[in-house]
């Protein structure tokens, strides 16, 4: 069993929809979790962190975390054109750090597609 | 905001020869690199981190001695791929921590013919 797990799509959404994109793990000394965006050919950016569960906003993005079943997700309000990508689930023991604990664990990715 | 720039983008290169691709923190001291291979349409696989000033440490599976990294100093360190076979051919990216969030190099594509 993969440590993450995130369904790899492709997940296809007309402009203005609202979109899940979620991810299960199997090990619960992760603490931090993160959400990247990854353009085609590009290194993956930081859309999001968390730590704690619950849910944190930043815009039209809402992450959400369920530490007790395990389970992460990204919202993606009024979506755009713009927001197609794939969209990379990533967790670690730490934050940061000076030893490999801080190394991050990856989902496989799901690319989404919005179309106008 | 942190910014990693890495280097070549695209390389294409010979079976048998060596590739290096180098990443570079423009304006901090990145003082862990760590280092990722990403199959199309697959999730990044951590290959090794990088310390500077010490040895890299390798993921299991991941051959060190074809995979050389050196982070000689606290804004350079390098992926050289020895001895390329087609089976190299990848998007390699690196990355470095920055005040606990990892800032990402823009990937370097190899191709070995």
């Known amino acids: 069993q993969k440590e993450v797990e995130q369904d790899p799509g492709p997940l296809s959404v007309p402009e203005g929809a609202i979109v899940s994109l979620n991810c299960t793990y199997s090990?619960?000394?992760?603490?931090?979790f993160m959400w990247y965006r990854q353009y085609s050919r590009k290194g993956p950016e930081l859309l999001m962190y968390t730590y704690s569960s619950g849910n944190k906003e930043d815009g039209r993005f809402t992450a959400q975390v369920d530490k007790s079943s395990k389970y992460i997700s990204l919202f993606i309000r009024d979506s755009q054109p713009s927001d197609s990508a794939t969209y990379l689930c990533?967790?670690?023991?730490?934050?940061?750090?000076?030893?490999?604990?801080?190394?991050?664990?990856f989902g496989q990715g799901t690319i989404l597609t919005v179309h106008p | 905001g942190a910014v990693v720039s890495q280097h070549p983008s695209r390389v294409i290169c010979k079976s048998g020869t060596s590739v290096k691709i180098e990443c570079r923190s423009l304006?901090?001291?990145?003082?862990?690199m760590f280092w990722y291979r990403q199959f199309p349409k697959k999730s990044l696989m951590l290959m090794a981190t990088?310390?500077?000033?010490?040895?890299?440490?390798?993921e299991q599976g991941v051959e060190k001695d074809k995979f050389l990294i050196n982070h000689a100093s606290l804004t350079l360190s390098t992926l050289t791929v020895t001895s390329a076979h087609p089976e190299d051919s990848s998007f390699y990216i690196c990355?470095?921590?920055?005040?606990?969030?990892?800032?990402f190099g823009s990937g370097t594509r190899l191709t070995v013919v």
């Open positions: 990355s470095a921590r920055v005040r606990g969030d990892y800032t």
């Open positions: 990088s310390n500077e000033g010490s040895k890299a440490t390798y």
């Open positions: 090990n619960s000394a992760f603490q931090y």
């Open positions: 304006d901090f001291q990145a003082t862990t």
């Open positions: 990533a967790m670690s023991y730490t934050r940061g750090g000076g030893t490999s604990y801080g190394k991050l664990t």
